[in-house]
């Protein structure tokens, strides 16, 4: 895997490729697929068990790493007080603007069914 070099029949010591995460993961969900022939797996990618085993220490802790964090989670603002009563304020007409409007759409809906009736009859 990394850094590690290979001696061909030659004799000649190579350098294996370093592998990239996404050829980590896939090899991770190869290895880990049921019934899986991991030997196999393992022949096909050039790769020794101990080099699967950092790979799913590594899987292992990348998923903790991003799990552990807390990227939607809401801090806390401190605002002033004047601020507050400010947002107060305009939440309260707010909160009177969309009762006066319901109170006009119950009143617009009994009209409607009245001209329906009339228009029924």
């Not at 896939?26 to 991991?38: C, L, V």
């Not at 759409?105 to 009245?114: D, G, S, T």
């Amino acid at each position: 895997m990394e850094g590690l070099g290979t001696t061909d029949n030659n004799g000649i010591k190579r350098r294996r490729k370093k592998l990239t995460a996404r050829e980590k993961w896939q090899i991770y969900q190869e290895t880990n697929a049921k019934d899986a022939p991991i030997g196999e797996i393992l022949r096909r990618h050039g790769l020794y068990s101990a080099e699967l085993t950092k790979i799913r220490r590594q899987v292992e802790e990348g998923a903790l790493k991003e799990l552990g964090r807390r990227r939607y989670s809401k801090k806390q603002e401190s605002v002033s007080y004047e601020e507050y009563s400010r947002l107060k304020k305009e939440l309260d007409n707010k909160e009177k603007a969309l009762a006066q409007m319901g109170e006009e759409y119950l009143i617009l809906k009994k009209r409607r069914i009245r001209l329906k009736r009339r228009v029924v009859v």
